[in-house]
């Protein structure tokens, strides 16, 4: 039986994709062997690599003053590269707003001091915090932003204008919907919730920014390593940077982020309709004004009801529903490739189980 995956990440794929991704995987184009073999060196993969930038180029709107790379070891290795290679001042500003932002922070005070320019982890990671309330630093090297929490389900709605280069980790919106890339100074993702399969981030970078790097940085940590040999200094994963050529040709495919995002916008609007309207049988706890539309927490009135609810929408064909360890409760991960039909059918049991309950 074919599930709906609500798993946070790895997360659910297009259908379309996968089929492709399986019929070619044995046989790449007529070559005999599948992109799995092919050397990273030869025509047919610097082609992926080729299709791949240009659509991310296309579909996000990245312009020539960025470079686009792919670096194993997912975003957490970028909370590391980040300030061993950019904080040039000594310091640098974070936003604290998840476990993900708190972690990306204990890495870079490896490197310099980080200082707090707002945060919600007073009111349990809430909401975003409202830009006139940012406290930044005149020196700061740059401001370090999650733009989606996928643990306590907030997310940015828009984006503030800093001094300082503005740097998001997106793992978990990319593609999601439509960004002004030229706020940033870089933007990076995991891959695995809405690009492809886990193992690399994408790594957006303004090319002046490259520059920075201290030399003592180790060579495979250094942005100018991947920027200079447009991916190729080592073996990069291969097969992850095919799959996000084929999840951005889909993309172009359904009609861009225009489309996608209104697409997004209604599954979300669907399922918190259902949560606001239950007279408090489930509730969130996230601020309506910082509300995710990936990843949507919810709790219901006992733990004893959840743990039944969650059998429930198993024997029904959806799977990855269960919160994160570390607040409980459910969470519905709708990221692009989870189609409206998947958000109706759980709206549906929801209903069927508030009323039976």
């Not at 969470?331 to 059918?345: F, H, Q």
Request: with cysteine; glycine share 8%; proline share 4%.
């Amino acid at each position: 039986m074919k599930v709906f995956n609500f798993n946070a990440g790895p997360a659910m794929l297009p259908t379309s994709v996968m089929e492709r991704a399986q019929k070619e995987f044995c046989d790449y184009h007529g070559t005999g062997c599948g992109i799995l073999e092919h050397s990273h060196r030869g025509k047919d993969f610097q082609a992926v690599l080729d299709h791949t930038n240009q659509n991310i180029r296309d579909v996000f709107g990245v312009s020539d003053a960025y470079d686009i790379v792919y670096i194993q070891g997912g975003a957490s290795m970028q909370f590391a590269m980040i300030p061993m290679n950019l904080m040039n001042t000594g310091a640098a500003d974070y936003v604290d707003t998840g476990t993900w932002s708190s972690k990306a922070m204990k890495e870079a005070k490896l490197f310099g001091e980080v200082r707090v320019a707002a945060q919600s982890k007073d009111t349990k990671y809430d909401h975003i915090p409202a830009f006139d309330t940012w406290k930044l630093s005149d020196d700061a090297s740059y401001v370090h932003i999650t733009s989606n929490n996928t643990i306590y389900g907030t997310q940015y709605q828009d984006f503030p204008t800093t001094k300082a280069p503005l740097i998001a980790d997106m793992s978990s919106d990319i593609m999601s919907r439509r960004v002004d890339v030229s706020k940033f100074g870089m933007i990076y993702a995991g891959a695995q919730k809405n690009l492809g399969p886990s193992g690399l981030a994408l790594v957006i970078i303004r090319r002046d920014l490259v520059a920075r790097t201290p030399e003592k940085v180790p060579t495979m940590l250094k942005y100018a390593t991947y920027t200079e040999n447009n991916s190729l200094y080592n073996t990069p994963p291969t097969f992850g940077i095919y799959m996000i050529g084929l999840v951005t040709d889909w993309i172009k495919e359904v009609g861009g982020l225009a489309e996608l995002e209104k697409v997004n916008d209604a599954k979300a609007a669907l399922l918190y309709q259902a949560i606001d309207d239950s007279n408090g049988f489930y509730s969130t706890p996230v601020k309506k004004c910082s509300r995710s539309k990936m990843n949507v927490v919810f709790r219901l009135p006992t733990e004893e009801l959840e743990a039944k609810f969650l059998e429930l929408v198993k024997a029904n064909g959806m799977i990855g529903l269960k919160g994160h360890r570390s607040v409980g409760g459910m969470r519905a991960s709708i990221y692009n490739a989870m189609p409206m039909e998947g958000v109706e059918k759980l709206v549906t049991l929801m209903n069927e189980f508030r009323k039976n309950n």
